[in-house]
Structures are given as C-alpha cells and as structure tokens.
Nanobody, 120 residues
Framework: QVQLVESGGGSVQAGGSLRLSCAASGRVFGAYTMGWFRQAPGKDREFVAAITWGGGSTDYVDSVKGRFTIYRDNDKKTVNLQMNSLKPEDTAVYYC?????????????WGQGTQVTVSS
C-alpha cells in the first residue's frame, strides 16, 4: 500500500517555474514506478512524466520534453517534478501516481492532486 501527498502547486506567469513534490508513505516505495499525470478542465487525465524505481529511466509526454524534469529520492520517499518555461496550456490539476508497471499507462495509487495555473 502506498499513500501519496502532493505539494508545490500554485499560480505563475507564462515562462515561470514551479516544482511539484510528492511524499509517499509505505514500505515499498522504491519498488514502484512513480509519475505525474494532469487533468485540465473538460479534458481527460493525461500522462506527463514517469521515472523507474531506480531512477535510471524517465519518460515524458512530448509537450513537456525539454521543460519538465522528474526525479526521485528513494531514501526520502519523494518524487519531484521541476517545471520550467511554463505555458498557459500547462494549467491543470497535477496528480502524483505510483504503480509497479513500466511504462506508466495508468496507476494503482493516486494523490489528491495539486492545482497549477499558468497565466499569459
């Protein structure tokens, strides 16, 4: 069992940066693929980024490549998403995800979500 709690959302102007953090509880954090999804108003939830349990592989949706970076600290049981050069289309609720599969298509566990708003 893994419980996930996100933090770090907020409002920023286009071109700005935010860092999202996800704190996990559970004894097997290191065994899970971790990732981030987002859901904008009126749209389906979409994959954003993922990282393997050892941190050796990452995956990103094309729209964020070169702007977002995912990284994890298994000792601290955290996964972070550094978001740079933010665009208004990045506005969404961002959800932390944990699953034992790769690639991360869905997730067995979800956080409660954190709002990111990017104004033009």
């Amino acid at each position: 069992q893994v419980q996930l709690v996100e933090s770090g959302g907020g409002s920023v102007q286009a071109g700005g940066s935010l860092r999202l953090s996800c704190a996990a509880s559970g004894r097997v954090f290191g065994a899970y693929t971790m990732g981030w999804f987002r859901q904008a108003p009126g749209k389906d939830r979409e994959f954003v980024a993922a990282i393997t349990w050892g941190g050796g592989s990452t995956d990103y949706v094309d729209s964020v490549k070169g702007r977002f970076t995912i990284y994890r600290d298994n000792d601290k049981k955290t996964v972070n998403l550094q978001m740079n050069s933010l665009k208004p289309e990045d506005t969404a609720v961002y959800y932390c995800a944990a699953d034992n599969r790769w690639p991360l298509i869905g997730s067995a566990y979800w956080g409660q979500g954190t709002q990111v708003t990017v104004s033009s």
